[in-house]
């Protein structure tokens, strides 16, 4: 069986102002990053359109930890929707090479549905992530400058300052550390670390402005500390949000490539589901609704969490309105949730499928806190038996949603034609504003959390540390209650607990603290142990990774 890779080598690419031409684009409005890449301009988007034109989500269950397909499954997705006639544009969230080169591999689908040209997308790209990175990092050195600084010095009380440095590589020796080092010239000796860039605000940033203007207005609201009389200092104070923007000037823009089967595809952004919102850009939906009639996206891992946010967050801030949701289940992830052996998912398991789907079940429910309507999507594999599939569809069919095969890594567009089908059908059916979010913004933090953790994950109770306590009366004493909530847990588990696996009842959430992401403008709630910084696996994939003389990659997947 070829790897993607070998499988994305034997596509001849078309140049990319040829897939612009199926959005009706003027070569000319086009900033090309080579013959098969391009950053889109801001002018394009048409709100008009992004009001008229139909969203869907595609979301998952909880998750392997091999993942269940949501990126290879709106790639086969959308493919398959241009193959019935629908003129459909996939929206994606850009790899961080920290899992490239760690344990999850690339981001850009599989087999026969991958957004090409794969090795770009999964490395460089057009420079969106070193941008990031860049802006970041001004900002922390900006922060230490002025801590040294005696002439202006804002009076900033070191051991407030929360903002740490960002690196796009899995390194634990990063993750705590103590800067300031060597003397009084080097600035003030403080404890600080690194995180992965996608786990930055200002990805979070980036990903939730509407134009240059609002992303500057973000950049200046980032909360940076106190000063040692107790008063807040921000971005704006420090008179960085103007560089830091300007480091940005082109990572705004959503980037335009095309798809195995020569579908446009746009990819832009990329943070973490588990602690940011995980999902692509505002700008870059919106780009897609304004130059398709269809857009096809995705939100990272379980509905618990990228949906959620999707929802809650990026539709519910921007005005987005979403027509459908696609929710993408595996065989081998109920019979992991069924308490099948992890080792031997591939293993015929019917007990175990069947034990497994109260999780599929749950994340069905999620679906209809939304008001909108849900299609399952079976994403195959060969060693899945009809017995397996036939028991998932069932259950759908006795809930009241269909449950469709698809065959989208082995047979890309074609193996999806039936779940395009049914979603057209879902779809069209669903008028315009039906989505509904799961709360108002304006109701107060702990109830807003509360509506989360028993209404998504099915907890029977919040319960708040002193920590967390302490930092609910920051939020209130700097106004930011009205912010929506982005929960940081576990992908894992429909709980805070990685090891509860299936549908878990009967559990309490527990919150350990609330970070303040005012640029962002969210809250994020702790649970459990969120890692913001992964280590690299005793074997990483960056050893099979290479390349020969004649610039010819080898080992992404």
């Not at 959308?78 to 760690?102: A, D, K, W, Y």
């Not at 899995?170 to 010239?185: A, C, E």
């Not at 990272?300 to 539709?315: N, R, V």
């Amino acid at each position: 069986m070829p790897t993607d890779i070998e499988i994305a080598n034997q596509v001849e690419l078309k140049p990319i102002t040829e897939i612009a031409s199926q959005l009706k684009l003027d070569p000319a409005k086009l900033e090309l990053y080579g013959h098969h890449k391009a950053k889109l301009p801001l002018s394009l988007i048409d709100l008009e359109k992004t009001k008229k034109n139909k969203l869907i989500l595609v979301t998952a269950i909880s998750p392997t930890p091999a993942g269940e397909g949501k990126t290879t499954m709106s790639i086969g997705l959308t493919q398959g929707m241009n193959r019935i006639g629908n003129q459909t544009t996939v929206v994606l969230r850009e790899p961080s090479l920290g899992p490239v080169f760690g344990i999850k591999g690339g981001a850009t689908g599989g087999g026969w549905s991958q957004v090409l040209p794969m090795e770009d997308i999964n490395l460089h790209f057009t420079g969106d992530f070193a941008a990031i990175e860049k802006a970041h990092n001004l900002l922390a050195a900006v922060i230490d400058n002025n801590l040294q600084s005696k002439t202006r010095s804002l009076n900033i009380d070191p051991r407030t300052v929360e903002w740490k440095r960002v690196f796009d590589m899995n390194d634990r020796s990063l993750r705590d550390i103590v800067i300031g080092l060597g003397g009084t010239g080097n600035s003030i000796p403080r404890e600080t670390g690194f995180d992965i860039t996608a786990a930055s605000e200002i990805m979070a940033i980036l990903c939730l402005s509407t134009s240059l203007s609002n992303l500057k207005e973000r950049l200046g609201n980032i909360f940076v500390g106190f000063t040692f009389d107790r008063q807040p200092i921000y971005c704006r104070d420090l008179n960085a949000q103007g560089a830091m923007a300007t480091l940005l000037k082109d990572a705004i823009k959503p980037n335009l490539v095309q798809t195995i089967e020569h579908t446009p595809a746009i990819i832009h952004g990329g943070p973490f589901a588990n602690i940011a919102q995980g999902t692509n850009t505002v700008i870059a939906t919106r780009m897609g609704l304004s130059l398709s009639d269809y857009v096809v996206t995705e939100a990272g891992f379980g509905s618990d969490l990228g949906a959620e946010k999707f929802l809650d967050i990026k539709c519910a801030g921007s005005g987005l309105d979403p027509r459908c949701i696609v929710l993408v289940a595996t065989i081998r992830a109920l019979k992991y949730h069924g308490g099948g052996d992890p080792k031997n998912l591939t293993e015929p398991n019917p007990d175990a499928v069947a034990n497994g789907l109260a999780n599929l079940d749950k994340h069905l429910e999620n679906t209809k806190n939304y008001n909108l309507p849900s299609v399952v999507a079976i994403n195959r594999f060969v060693t899945d038996t009809d017995e397996e599939i036939a028991l998932v569809q069932s259950r759908c069919e006795q809930l009241g949603f269909k449950a469709v095969i698809a065959d989208i890594w082995g047979k890309g567009g074609e193996g999806a034609e039936d779940l395009a089908r049914e979603v057209s059908t879902a779809v069209d059916a669903t008028p315009p504003n039906t989505f509904t979010p799961l709360y108002d913004w304006n109701l107060p933090v702990k109830e807003k959390i509360s509506k989360i953790a028993t209404s998504i994950y099915g907890a029977e109770s919040v319960e708040y540390t002193s920590q967390a306590q302490k930092d609910l009366r920051r939020i209130k004493k700097l106004g930011l209650e009205n912010l929506p909530i982005c929960m940081a847990k576990t992908q894992k588990s429909l709980s805070d607990d990685p090891t509860k696996i299936g549908r878990p009842e009967g559990f309490q959430i527990t919150v350990r603290e609330i970070e303040i992401a005012a640029g962002a403008g969210f809250l994020i709630p702790i649970t459990g142990d969120m890692m913001r910084m992964p280590g690299l696996p005793a074997i990483p994939s960056s050893e099979h990774i290479d390349i020969d003389d004649n610039g010819k990659i080898s080992g992404l997947f």
